[in-house]
T-cell receptor, first 116, second 116 residues
Framework: AQTVTQSQPEMSVQEAETVTLSCTYD???????LFWYKQPPSRQMILVIR??????QNATENRFSVNFQKAAKSFSLKISDSQLGDTAMYFC?????????????FGTGTRLKVLA | GAGVSQSPSNKVTEKGKDVELRCDPI?????LYWYRQSLGQGLEFLIY????????KSGLPSDRFSAERTGGSVSTLTIQRTQQEDSAVYLC??????????????FGPGTRLTVL
């Protein structure tokens, strides 16, 4: 069974600095998709970035980028120029289309606090 | 357009009572997912609907949990004889097709269920 591990329950970063959130996963499959979601206090889950495993190029979305290491099964999220609005829970998620369903498997999350 | 909506936003009930949680997906989205987020935990998959196909109920924790999706749109998650361990945030998500591996799931704001 696939698992997703986020080993950092809480992190903090100064405004305008860079922070990296870690995520590792376990799977025997070669075709899968990885996601980072942000959950602010409003509880609304918002997609931050996604990565297809067959793509070697790391995904980027403005200030957000990933470091995808397929062999190491690692998928970290880098947030550059951190802003106060980035304060939230961040969840890493895995999805494999070969599983027969399209459910996401989530990690336990990292609570990020951006300090003024 | 409108996002995924859920009602009620908060629900407090007594142990042993039945509750119904409602999800309105984004119009035109054929796939619908229910997840449960317990305190300090990641999101746990409960059930998945795709079009007219039989739902994937593999994540439902017990036979007290059931869900239906009427007319391919609105979904209701029912918990019978609620227990205190059912206390959690119940999140609903929808996606455009559900069969394309790069589908993004859009989440609602969740229903916070408290069982006294």
């Amino acid at each position: 069974a696939q698992t997703v591990t986020q080993s950092q329950p809480e992190m903090s970063v100064q405004e305008a600095e860079t922070v990296t959130l870690s995520c590792t996963y376990d799977t025997s499959e070669s075709n899968y998709y990885l996601f980072w979601y942000k959950q602010p206090p409003s509880r609304q889950m918002i997609l931050v970035i996604r990565q297809e495993a067959y793509k070697q190029q790391n995904a980027t979305e403005n200030r957000f980028s990933v470091n995808f290491q397929k062999a190491a099964k690692s998928f970290s999220l880098k947030i550059s120029d951190s802003q106060l609005g980035d304060t939230a829970m961040y969840f890493c998620a895995f999805m494999s289309p070969l599983s027969g369903t399209y459910k996401y498997i989530f990690g336990t999350g990292t609570r990020l606090k951006v300090l003024a | 357009g409108a996002g995924v909506s859920q009602s009620p936003s908060n629900k407090v009930t007594e142990k042993g009572k039945d509750v119904e949680l409602r999800c309105d997906p984004i119009s035109g989205h054929t796939a619908l997912y229910w997840y449960r987020q317990s305190l300090g935990q990641g999101l746990e998959f409960l059930i998945y609907f795709q079009g007219n196909s039989a739902p994937d109920k593999s994540g439902l924790p017990s036979d007290r949990f059931s869900a239906e999706r009427t007319g391919g749109s609105v979904s209701t998650l029912t918990i019978q004889r609620t227990q205190q361990e059912d206390s959690a945030v119940y999140l609903c998500a929808s996606s455009l097709v559900g069969l394309a591996a790069t589908d993004t799931q859009y989440f609602g704001p969740g229903t916070r269920l408290t069982v006294l």
